[in-house]
């Protein structure tokens, strides 16, 4: 069975701070991986994904992440926080047409 | 991407009762899928409602307990039945484009029982 990792349960930057979240992944097959966003008191939403091809994906608002196929690995990435970025974080990871499999989540917040 | 959404919003329930989720998709889907988010916690997978056939669950779920209707490509149920305190919980929908790699997401259904 495959599981998700995040490293960081919770994470407090200030604005204008570089950002990294970790994320790493048992499976040893192919895999689509996603990161999606929660701000408070919204629904979930898709910030960025990877299938193929570059490793180096970029998604919404200013957001990065890069896949090491040989770390298992699919850390997200922001150079500049901004306020508005507090929410969490999940990344998740499905073996191309099965079930997604989330991580624990990162609770981000960013102080003004 | 798609539009979801889903109804009740919210519930406060009595333990004991059932209540029945709706999710609606603003185009055909083939894959809708149900999750729970427990307070502080993750998204677990419930189920994969499958349209015109039984829905296939995850470890950990049964069918008694969480009955999941799929009449047509747009819209599913969840209902939570006999409900106890440890349902409290988010309850979201999902549907699948592109098969089933890429999911969407509804607003969530915020249940608490007492």
């Known amino acids: 069975a495959q599981s998700v990792s995040q490293h960081n349960h919770h994470v407090i930057l200030s604005e204008a701070a570089s950002l990294e979240l970790g994320c790493n992944y048992s499976y040893g097959g192919t895999v689509n991986l996603f990161w999606y966003v929660q701000y408070p008191g919204q629904h979930l939403q898709l910030l960025l994904k990877?299938?193929?091809?570059?490793?180096l994906v970029k998604g919404i608002k200013g957001f990065e992440a890069e896949f090491i196929k040989s770390k298992f690995s699919f850390n997200l990435r922001k150079p500049s926080v901004q306020w508005s970025d507090t929410a969490e974080y999940f990344c998740?990871?499905?073996?191309?047409?099965?079930?997604?499999?989330f991580g624990g989540g990162t609770r981000l917040m960013v102080k003004p | 991407s798609a539009v979801i959404s889903q109804k009740p919003s919210r519930d406060i329930c009595q333990r004991g009762t059932s209540l029945t989720i709706q999710c609606q998709v603003d185009?055909?889907?083939?894959?809708m899928f149900w999750y729970r988010q427990q307070p502080g916690q993750s998204l677990t997978l419930i189920a994969t409602a499958n349209q015109g056939s039984e829905a296939t669950y995850e470890s950990g779920f049964v069918i008694d307990k969480f009955p999941i209707s799929r009449p047509n490509l747009t819209f599913s149920t969840l209902t939570v039945s006999n409900m106890s305190p440890e349902d409290s919980s988010i309850y979201l929908c999902?549907?699948?484009?592109?098969?089933?790699?890429?999911?969407?997401f509804g607003p969530g259904t915020r249940l608490t029982v007492l």
């Open positions: 185009s055909q889907v083939t894959m």
């Open positions: 999902s549907v699948g484009l592109s098969g089933a790699d890429t999911q969407y």
């Open positions: 998740a990871v499905n073996n191309a047409g099965n079930m997604l499999t």
């Open positions: 990877y299938f193929s091809g570059d490793p």
